[in-house]
């Protein structure tokens, strides 16, 4: 599903990331570990297509990402990556429905279709009742299930997650990483996730850590 070849990436005279080589399967739960300024971020964004490494090579989906000029990356992003941050990042002007839609009227889905999808995602998160809300009138646990919805609707072959529960409580932490278990369980998604929360990283499938912009065992 996702292999990198001795992936490396400066900036300036930092050495990031000193050469990862990793494999991710379908349907598996991948958590990222590591202290900070290990290098997650920089790596989840080459392994979204939305930073290039300086050298290595990157596969998603048995394509390698390489020399793709942007218009042709932004359109392969929006078919096989969903993207989950830290804090939602949904559009504030528009509903919660709208922002799910989104993905998909930018692959010139017909709306009516869309729509039907982003319906069935809002069904399937229990969110249904929250579909003509606007951002800002949803709780915090609520904005980062819309925005899995969001990640969901292209069927991508990965979802990324940077640190998705960091500005969540208890409650709504675990209940966001149920919902990772279950898309894994009932529709065969693949998630990389960077957390920090021990938990996710326990139950995750595998914990892959990261120190100094290499892969370590421990
Ligand atoms: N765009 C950038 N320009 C310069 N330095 C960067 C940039 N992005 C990240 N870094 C540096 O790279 C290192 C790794 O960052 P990052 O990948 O965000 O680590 P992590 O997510 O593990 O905390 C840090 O020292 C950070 O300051
Ligand atoms: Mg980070």
């Known amino acids: 599903m996702i292999r990198t070849k001795d992936i490396t990436k400066s900036f300036g005279s930092l ?3 000193k050469g990862i080589d990793l494999s991710i399967e379908k349907s598996e739960v991948v958590a990222i570990v590591g202290p900070s300024g ?4 920089t790596l989840l964004q080459i392994i979204g297509t939305l930073d290039a490494p300086d050298a290595g090579e990157l596969y998603i989906n048995d394509t390698r990402i390489h020399g793709m000029n942007d218009k042709e990356l932004s359109a392969f992003r929006n078919q096989n990556i969903g993207f989950v941050f830290q804090f939602h990042q949904l559009l504030p002007e528009f509903t919660a429905l709208e922002n799910v839609m989104i993905p998909a009227l930018i692959a010139r889905e017909k709306p009516a279709q869309a ?9 399937f998160m229990g969110l249904t009742d929250r579909m003509t809300h606007k951002p800002a009138e949803l709780s915090g646990g609520e904005k980062q299930r819309v925005a899995v919805a969001r990640a969901l609707m292209n069927n991508p072959a990965v979802i990324l997650a940077d640190e ?4 969540l409580d208890t409650k709504n932490k ?3 990483h149920a919902l990772f278990f279950q898309l894994r369980d009932q529709m065969k998604q693949t998630f990389v996730l960077v957390t920090h929360d021990e938990r996710l990283a326990a139950n995750a499938d595998r914990i892959i850590h990261i120190r100094d912009g290499i892969i370590t065992p421990e």
């Open 15 to 17: 050495q990031v990331l």
């Open 38 to 41: 290990a290098g997650k971020t």
């Open 115 to 123: 729509e039907k999808r982003a319906k069935e995602l809002f069904d």
């Open 164 to 167: 998705p529960s960091g500005s």
């Open 174 to 176: 675990e209940e966001l």
